[in-house]
């Protein structure tokens, strides 16, 4: 219904961002990774969006994304059963496209459970549903990524006492530049050590 929107940052709560397009306000969930990265007061947007009647109550819902790939994983992840608008985003939200994607197709639920936070039921199903789908699509997925170096760096931080939670929000801060598993853990516990 609502394929995207363009507007200025009006407000940020919570979850949320409102967008002013030219003079409406549009309440939009947007995921906790994007706020950081994009929901400043006053700065210009574009989001592409996903609308939703809620059936229980009947209010409208939008979902934004900064990306129509984004958008596309987004719908993708709520035909699971399990898995509502809710759930989906907050899997975009817990690591990159590009390896959640990976994590799928490779079939590696242990992965998925490490990064999302997933129970080990959903991680399966979400690997059993999708991962013909997104071989079939052609979603840009690099051949050489590593997806094991990211499950091997939250198990390293967790041996060090940090819990997952930490292990998974320091690791979606660490920069793209860092590959293997040991240049993710040193540049995030440098991260870590800077906010204390």
């Known amino acids: 219904m609502i394929g995207y929107i363009s507007g200025k940052i009006q407000a940020i709560s919570g979850k949320y961002a409102i967008v002013d397009v030219n003079g409406v306000g549009y309440r939009v969930t947007i995921a906790e990774k994007m706020m950081n990265s994009i929901a ?24 934004g994304f900064t990306t129509p790939e ?23 939200g817990s690591a990159d496209l590009q390896t959640l994607q990976i994590g799928i197709v490779r079939g590696d639920g242990d992965y998925l459970r490490k990064v999302t936070g997933l129970g080990e039921k959903t991680a399966h199903r979400l690997v059993l549903e999708l991962k013909t789908k997104i071989m079939t699509a052609d979603l840009g997925i690099k051949a050489g ?30 920069s793209k530049t860092a590959k293997t598993s040991e240049e993710k853990i040193k540049e995030a516990l440098k991260l870590l050590g800077q906010k204390k």
């Open 40 to 63: 400043k007061i006053g700065s210009q947007v574009k989001l592409y969006t996903h609308y939703r009647t809620n059936p229980r109550d009947g209010s409208v819902e939008l979902y």
């Open 70 to 92: 984004e958008l596309n994983f987004f719908e993708l992840l709520t035909t699971v059963s399990g898995i509502g608008p809710k759930s989906a985003q907050a899997i975009l």
């Open 145 to 174: 990524s590593d997806v094991g170096s990211d499950a091997e760096a939250i198990d390293a931080m967790v041996t060090l006492g940090y819990s997952q939670y930490q292990a998974r929000d320091v690791l979606k801060q660490v």
